[in-house]
């Protein structure tokens, strides 16, 4: 059998480069790498091997397997030594069976991926634990790495400081002052992070961390580095071995800086050429209005990017005026029969709130997902009968400002539809019966 391996390749596939290699970009054209696998080695066993071996791990209390990203780690790093993965148990993310929303929509089968039940409360596990495993691996081996950095709208710099710290890695992040949710900013600062707050927005930040990884001693880790890709790819065929492999037709996913909807078309390319899978679902990327650079190029087919100046979003992880994977998330549209819509801040909030109503507990991102799919569906864009897969991208435990924010009706240029606001009642027995009821009716579904 062929050993299975993974290198760093431009998007052009004219040149690669060793795993080892400290290198984000190509040196011939400048472009981002991604990392290809030996697509002969990984059709050497059989899909129903696959599949088997991947039932298998899922029952399994080793270390590795009980991570949803390290169980598939044939497709992800193949040649790191189990020992030098650093594993916070990230992945298996349930796939909320959400049927209660769908009949609302006038659909048939909705589920919501909740990348966010995780760690740090973010999809961001997924890649960092790739991302930092490798530079254990590489630490081990001798390479002159001080620290890990990144520029962060928040949960990058959670998802790198919990790695870090669990492996003793110094890290440092940059993050724009003020933009942050608490619950982001108090997560690296807790973890022993090296914690900058600049006066500036994502898009200045990321600047400074590409000046401050530029002589290699630190390692940078935004999502152009094209290791945290490979573990974010392993949403596509965990939702596929959840649904007993059988692709959605549909799937929803918040873009800002485009790495996530990158890696999702990356996953199900791979899983269609190792055999797992044999067609393809749609992706469908969703942006807030105010941060919606890959909206506008899709509007006018794709000529270039036009980087803006992204303007403040209840949905501040995607407010990113210069997405770094534009090219890679354009090919992801294309190849997967794509779109790009944009959703407005009371859309995104009505859309968050209303889904919480059915038991889900929803970020503002996830909003901006859902507020694309309720579009769609008065529209009539997707079809009743479609079976549709939403990314959710970070746990509502993060955002916690702007969901009491909408239920006391103070979000600014928002009005609460899907309010509930708190009763003030004496503690009397007559008065709290006469809201109990009133308020009971209301509620049956
Ligand atoms: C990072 C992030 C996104 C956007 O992902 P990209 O890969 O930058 O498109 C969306 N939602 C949340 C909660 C995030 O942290």
Redesign the pocket.
Known sequence: MKPFHAQFQNINGTDTYPLDQVIYRSTVDGSLLEVRHDREALASRSPAEWKKLFAERRMSFKPADMSGIWSKREMVLPEIPEEDIVTLQEGWNPLFDASALAKELGMNKLYVKLC?NSHTG???DLGMTVLVSQVNHMIKKGAAIDAVACAS????SAALSAFCAKAGIPSIVFLPAGKTSIAQLIQPISNGSIVLALDTDFDGCMQIVQQVTADNRIYLAN?MNSLRVEGQKTISPEICQQLGWHVPDTIII????????SALAKGFDDCLAMGLIDKKPRIIVAQAENANPFYQAYQRGFDKLIPVKAKKTL?S??Q?GN?V?YPKAERAIKNYNGMVLSVSEQELADAAHRADRTGLYC?P?TGVALGALTKLRSENKIAPDEEVVVIS??HGLKFTEFKVAYHENTLEGISSKFANPIFKAPAEIGPVMDILKKEMANRRR
């Open positions: 966010g973010s999809f961001k709208t928040g949960d990058t999502s918040p873009g800002g800086n485009l790495g996530n909807v949905a992880a995607i990113i997405p994977s970020c991102h991208t970070a």
